[in-house]
């Protein structure tokens, strides 16, 4: 699944009437370097963010995208990577890519319907799946949302192409899947991507650490909330790439926000109290990483006074403490990264286990 960042930035050029074109792989065979769904954008004015996979196969993409950003026609890119192609390009990958290039340009209100509904989509954590009739050469793109409750949002129009397809197991699809129906419907090929909830980090503290946590906890793809009482700390200043401020009571914020399996907690706040009560807060839900700062005497500390109260030592298991992984990081710099890496590594091996095991090779 793409970052949503790409999907945010396909949004907001939408709403400033700028043209892009959104790129995805659609089918990977062999050892290619990014799976089905990896995504890039490229914008007007030549810019991108995402990647699908670095080398001559993105060379290869870029150049076909400014194709496409010219004509307004969608295109599919057929990339084999094996034997002496991939020697010359000194890509240590190989494998064949089908790569899909959908101009996205204002002025189609349905297509802006699905791309801002799939945004809100992901910041809700409700489930469904953007369905891309794949049509080479074909002006602009046809898409619609499946949500898990069964509504269609987007070009309906396309369903007529899609016969008896069955849209409530791909609202249900847990990893990118390409189709090709059958005769009575054309033959048409779909891509249908799942829309899940966005990994979002919520960062207990406004510190030193936290403010180097935030932009690279965003980079990497995660939705950032940092939480903090104080007001002087917890400023658009101090945090200019975070998604959202909370000025509040740390333990208040559970309160105030869902904690789902896609949420993942770091507490880094101002002192061992501080921690200590987010913590035992954050042990009453059930988040996909639970991460605290600390050395391994203060853990032990306030494991015992929680102990004391009634915490069980298997909840504690749960907790990563120290946070991060251990890169022997010394800064607020490399504490940060340190910290992120652990989110990233736990994030992967979330999203692995929802994926058959030939996915995961």
Known sequence: MAHMSIYSELTAALTSGEKSVLVRIIRKMGSAPRTAGAALLLKADGSFIGTVGGGRLEHDVLRRAREVLESGRCAVLHVRLSGTEVAASEMLCGGDVDVLLEPVFPGDRLQEAVFSELVAMREQGRRGALVSVVADGREGGRRFLITEEGAVIGDASGLSLLGGADLKRWAGAREALLETLSASAGRTTVFV???????????????????????????????????????????????????????????????????????????????????????????????????????????????????????????????????????????PEEIAVSIVAELIQVRARVQADRLPAAETL
């Open 193 to 331: 991507e799942p829309v899940e909830a966005e990994a979002a980090l919520l960062l207990f503290g406004a510190g030193h650490i936290s403010i180097f946590v935030a932009p690279l906890a965003r980079k990497v793809g995660f939705h950032v909330c940092v939480i903090d009482d104080r007001e002087e700390f917890a400023r658009p200043e101090r945090f200019p790439s975070a998604d959202r401020l909370m000025v509040c009571p740390v333990t208040e914020a559970f309160e105030r926000i869902a904690v789902t399996p896609a949420t993942y907690i770091a507490i880094a706040t101002r002192g061992h109290i501080h921690d200590r009560d987010v913590l035992r807060a954050a042990l009453q839900t059930r988040p996909a990483y639970l991460g605290m700062i600390g050395s391994r005497r203060k853990r032990d500390l306030i494991y015992v006074s929680l102990i004391d109260e009634g915490v069980s030592a298997e909840d504690l298991r749960r907790v990563h403490c120290p946070i991060g992984i251990a890169i022997g990081a010394q800064t």
